[in-house]
């Protein structure tokens, strides 16, 4: 099947517009207007739907030039459609309709949560007949139980509370870092001693693992480091940001990490596969491979490039949905921000 797919990703902050034709990557690229956040501290929702605005044609332009193919070669145009900042996600799915209109071809509105672990099928080949999906992001952090990327996935557990990529922005911040802290603590955390403070670790262990298997809540630990941070100041003492990065960072990639691995097992799977942008953390990286050295399990994690969002997500997840014969979603659908996990495409 050699069906040339568009994927347009506009949930968040990135513009991104890729080519994928047999599951090869074509052309991805991305326009972003995160610069401008850095001075809010945060995403302003309207200045992100505006610079989509601005930004979709260039990209469409700049995508199909570096494929060296035309609009007209196009077989099926795939957009996210949640979840997401609602107005982003009306620019990219209106734009996605009006191509798909045009050419006369299929529209598949889908999810980018499911399109951060489909990802990893450009540069790892086929999945496996059942695995564990780990997404992780900014927005999101859940473990899904994948049977097809197109039509069969399952959600076993997600964050109760703040998802691990925006927990690190909050870290950031109390550490005067710029924003997207994320990156920042990340970098930082290398400096720092990881063991020489321990931030607690919730639903771990006894009642709370039971009850929450598969479940993350890192509401307390951000509160954790915020309390630490106060004492210290408080008494007047040095802060050892270094060393709070890392404590902070190996307590969350090591519940990341842990849950994971044990929903594997569970679950008769013999392979994870991390996306999101989280999954550009180098700890949380280093800690899956050794897991997957120690265990013989497949740990599958993209390059940094395909973590954070991109269209090639979206082009490979349209690919998906082609190649399994999933009917399309049709020119009628809305966009949906709260999106179901397991909702792998919108109708
Ligand atoms: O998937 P993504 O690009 O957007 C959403 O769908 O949310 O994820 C962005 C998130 C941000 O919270 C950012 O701080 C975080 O991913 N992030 C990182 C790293 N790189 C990006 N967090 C920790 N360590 C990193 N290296
Ligand atoms: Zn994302």
Same mark, same amino acid.
């Given at each position: 099947?050699?069906?040339?797919?568009? /994927?347009?990703?506009?949930?968040?902050?990135?513009?991104?517009?890729?080519?994928?034709?047999?599951?090869?990557?074509?052309?991805?690229?991305?326009?972003?207007?995160?610069?401008?956040?850095?001075?809010?501290?945060?995403?302003?929702?309207?200045?992100?739907?505006?610079?989509?605005?601005?930004?979709?044609?260039?990209?469409?332009?700049?995508?199909?030039?570096?494929?060296?193919?035309?609009?007209?070669?196009?077989?099926?145009?795939?957009?996210?459609?949640?979840?997401?900042?609602?107005?982003?996600?009306?620019? /990219?799915?209106?734009?996605?309709?009006?191509?798909?209109?045009?050419?006369?071809?299929?529209? *598949?509105?889908?999810?980018?949560?499911?399109?951060?672990?489909?990802?990893?099928?450009?540069?790892?080949?086929?999945?496996?007949?059942?695995?564990? /999906?780990?997404?992780?992001?900014?927005?999101?952090?859940?473990?899904?139980?994948?049977?097809?990327?197109?039509?069969?996935?399952?959600?076993?557990?997600?964050?109760?509370?703040?998802?691990?990529?925006?927990?690190?922005?909050?870290?950031?911040?109390?550490?005067?870092?710029?924003?997207?802290?994320?990156?920042?603590?990340?970098?930082?955390?290398?400096?720092?001693?990881?063991?020489?403070?321990?931030?607690?670790?919730?639903?771990?262990?006894?009642?709370?693992?039971?009850?929450?298997?598969?479940? *993350?809540?890192?509401?307390?630990?951000?509160?954790?480091?915020?309390?630490?941070?106060?004492?210290?100041?408080?008494?007047?003492?040095?802060?050892?940001?270094?060393?709070?990065?890392?404590?902070?960072?190996?307590?969350?990639?090591?519940?990341?990490?842990?849950?994971?691995?044990?929903?594997?097992?569970?679950?008769?799977?013999?392979?994870?596969?991390?996306?999101?942008?989280?999954?550009?953390?180098?700890?949380?990286?280093?800690?899956?491979?050794?897991?997957?050295?120690?265990?013989?399990?497949?740990?599958?994690?993209?390059?940094?490039?395909?973590?954070?969002?991109?269209?090639?997500?979206?082009?490979?997840?349209?690919?998906?949905?082609?190649?399994?014969?999933?009917?399309?979603?049709?020119?009628?659908?809305?966009?949906?921000?709260?999106?179901?996990?397991?909702?792998?495409?919108?109708?």
């Amino acid at each position: 099947m050699s069906e040339l797919i568009l /994927g347009v990703e506009t949930s968040c902050d990135e513009t991104g517009v890729a080519l994928v034709r047999d599951g090869e990557l074509l052309a991805d690229v991305t326009a972003t207007s995160m610069d401008e956040y850095a001075r809010f501290g945060g995403i302003i929702p309207e200045i992100a739907s505006r610079a989509h605005l601005e930004s979709f044609v260039p990209t469409l332009h700049a995508a199909l030039e570096k494929a060296g193919v035309t609009l007209d070669e196009v077989d099926a145009v795939a957009a996210t459609a949640g979840p997401g900042l609602i107005g982003s996600l009306i620019v /990219g799915v209106s734009a996605a309709k009006a191509l798909a209109l045009a050419l006369g071809k299929p529209f *598949y509105g889908v999810n980018h949560i499911i399109a951060h672990l489909a990802v990893d099928r450009l540069v790892h080949g086929d999945f496996p007949e059942k695995f564990v /999906g780990l997404a992780v992001s900014g927005g999101h952090s859940h473990l899904m139980l994948v049977r097809n990327i197109a039509t069969d996935v399952v959600e076993l557990g997600g964050t109760l509370d703040d998802a691990a990529g925006e927990a690190f922005d909050k870290v950031g911040r109390l550490l005067g870092l710029p924003y997207p802290g994320g990156p920042h603590v990340d970098r930082l955390a290398r400096e720092g001693d990881a063991t020489k403070i321990r931030f607690p670790r919730a639903l771990q262990s006894g009642k709370n693992l039971e009850l929450h298997k598969y479940d *993350y809540s890192f509401s307390g630990l951000k509160t954790a480091v915020a309390r630490h941070i106060e004492g210290l100041r408080e008494r007047g003492e040095e802060i050892p940001k270094a060393d709070i990065a890392a404590g902070f960072q190996e307590a969350v990639s090591g519940a990341l990490v842990e849950k994971a691995i044990a929903a594997v097992r569970a679950n008769g799977c013999d392979t994870l596969v991390v996306g999101g942008g989280f999954s550009a953390n180098s700890r949380l990286r280093e800690l899956a491979q050794e897991e997957a050295r120690r265990s013989g399990l497949n740990v599958r994690i993209p390059p940094i490039r395909y973590c954070t969002d991109n269209g090639a997500m979206i082009a490979t997840l349209g690919w998906e949905m082609v190649r399994n014969g999933v009917e399309p979603s049709g020119l009628g659908i809305s966009v949906d921000t709260s999106m179901a996990r397991d909702t792998v495409i919108l109708r």
